[in-house]
């Protein structure tokens, strides 16, 4: 079976990455990398791809089936649409957009094209995240009572120093970190029903927040809480605890902890907390604790390997852009709660 021709578009932090393993599988070739920054065309040749300013024409001459968009989250829409009306399907990093009506537009055109989106959340490939479901899902907790995420570190001075990262919609940490921690609650957890959050912007004085609190209602009757900071020196979040990206410095902290009625769930470290003998449960009780061992892989690896198979039309996308959608809308309603004061119901 000959590789699958991918193309990355835009070749910063994270497209660095794709570009890096996508040239480095055999199930497919990377036939192309796009920038509007010619500097990132040392990215290309660590690569031995091609490199393009222009998107029309690295769509136009080198043919790849599937892209990766890769680019600000502002730029998403056009580009996608851009990969779409040339027949090409997407991977799209998370979010989908920075709008409701942009990522519905983005759906809509897939859909009329028969074109193939997956959003890129790749968390869900984590066999850590997909274990903490199975067990929720499985009854191993009881009925789920509610969740608490930590998402604390301190980002380095130099990463406020790109201009789109300071500013709304684009940046800020809920649309791109806490999206990530969203969407995962939602694949472990249920539909996310209300949020009700406020913000701080103490540490840097920027247009986008830096600290937040959010409280969640599950569709389930489940309650929930995110505490975050990206101005803290903490070990407490998933990048520096789940080992999943090595960009970070690890620290194997716990970040998630689901409660149950009949037993508890700490992640990374797959801890299950509960009473040994049901009939004697209570706080004058010892309880008993147990770890759930998972083999790591690396999801970036996966959600590529996924892609493969869904340009090939073996699989469905796992996260498809109605989806992908779903937790746009989540992490815009908590913008909207800070913005507004106000708890923010979700359809």
């Not at 649409?81 to 979010?95: F, N, S, T, W, Y």
């Not at 900071?229 to 090595?246: F, H, I, K, Q, V």
Request: aromatic content about 6%; some cysteine; charged content about 25%.
């Amino acid at each position: 079976m000959e590789p699958v021709r991918l193309a990355v578009v835009g070749a910063g932090l994270v497209g660095n990455r794709h570009a890096r393993l996508v040239s480095s599988q055999q199930h497919c070739s990377l036939v192309g990398i796009c920038d509007t920054d010619s500097r990132r065309a040392a990215v290309a040749e660590q690569c031995y791809a091609p490199f393009y300013r222009d998107l029309e024409a690295l769509l136009e001459e080198r043919s790849p089936e599937g892209a990766i968009i890769a680019t600000p989250n502002g730029t998403h829409s056009a580009i996608a649409e851009a990969c779409i009306r040339k027949g090409v399907d997407i991977l799209i990093e998370k979010p989908i957009a920075d709008s409701l009506p942009e990522a519905r537009r983005i759906v809509q055109l897939a859909d009329e094209a028969g074109r193939q989106v997956l959003v890129g959340h790749h968390r869900r490939y984590n066999p850590l995240i997909r274990e903490a479901r199975t067990i929720v899902h499985d009854g191993t907790l009881g009925r789920l009572v509610g969740v608490s995420v930590m998402w604390a570190l301190l980002k380095p001075t130099d990463y406020y120093e790109v201009g789109w990262r300071c500013r709304r919609p684009e940046g800020g940490p809920v649309l791109v970190n806490l999206i990530h921690d969203l969407d995962v609650l939602r694949f472990i957890c249920g539909e996310i029903r209300q949020v009700y959050a406020q913000s701080a912007s103490m540490a840097r004085g920027l247009e986008v927040e830096d600290s937040l609190s959010i409280t969640l209602s599950f569709a389930n009757g489940a309650l929930g809480s995110v505490m975050a900071s990206d101005a803290t020196p903490a070990p407490w979040s998933y990048e520096l605890g789940s080992r999943e990206n090595p960009y970070y410095a690890h620290t194997g902290e716990n970040c998630y902890y689901l409660l149950g009625s009949r037993a508890s769930l700490a992640l990374p470290k797959m801890e299950l907390w509960h009473y040994a003998d049901p009939a004697r449960a209570g706080w004058q009780h010892p309880l008993a604790s147990s770890r759930r061992k998972v083999v790591p892989a690396d999801p970036l690896t996966r959600q590529l390997e996924h892609f493969c198979r869904v340009v090939r039309r073996e699989e469905a996308p796992l996260v498809d852009g109605p989806d992908g959608t779903r937790s746009l809308a989540v992490a815009l309603a908590v913008l909207e709660s800070i913005d507004r004061k106000i708890p923010v119901e979700l359809d």
